[in-house]
């Protein structure tokens, strides 16, 4: 009989399907397509995303490991809920990666790709309002911006701890980008960022998402606060 608790050996996480499963999987538990508590079977994964339940067993042990899941005896596996305290572990987490990624960047990062982070800058400085197109928009850019950064340290093995730093459920990303002032300053330290790598600037790259990740940092802070 097969049973649908994930092998607790750590997955081989180069296998394209288990990658492909464990990114589907993980947007819709932080888009809020699976809820929190959602108890989650390997079988049923494995249909819904089209694989073998070995693939589905592996993304289960890699979100777990994420902090996304919460693994039970005979029961597999559970959607874990998120707290305050959870967002801003995520984010202390990239407190510490973030700017170094930015700082590699600075040496490495291709005109393309400088031309993309100019162009996402300015369409955001566009978007006005806090209407849900609006906000579903900055998410999403501001998302690209990061991954642009992130791609161009150069560094697999950068990217991907910082992959498992990235777990902000969508709820509390639009809550942020609503905010005028944390948009505002967002924003701003998207256009000097963008700057300093484009002028190659090590230090001021660092430093600029340092100072951007600390206001998200203050900004859980004052939420959870209040």
Known sequence: MTT???????PTTDDTT???????????????DIAPGTRLRAAAIAERF?????????ALVLLAQE?????????GAVVRPFEFGDVLDLYEVRALLEPYA??????????ATLDRMDAICREQDALTGDDADTIERHVALNSEFHSLVVGSAG????????????????SFRRRFWRDEMFRAQSLFCHRE?????????????ESIMAMHIQGAIVYLQTMRDH
């Open 102 to 111: 930015a700082r590699r960047a600075a040496t490495r990062v291709d005109s």
């Open 18 to 32: 288990t990658r492909r499963v464990l990114a589907s999987l993980r947007e819709a538990i932080l888009d809020g």
């Open 193 to 205: 960022l963008a700057r300093a790598l484009r002028a190659g600037e090590s230090d001021m790259a």
């Open 155 to 170: 560094s697999t093995s950068l990217a991907a701890s910082l992959a498992s730093a990235e777990g902000v459920p969508l």
């Open 50 to 58: 089209e694989a073998s339940r070995t693939p589905a067993r592996e």
């Open 67 to 75: 902090g996304l899941v919460d693994l039970i005896p005979r029961r």
């Open 4 to 10: 649908d608790a994930p092998d607790p050996t750590r």
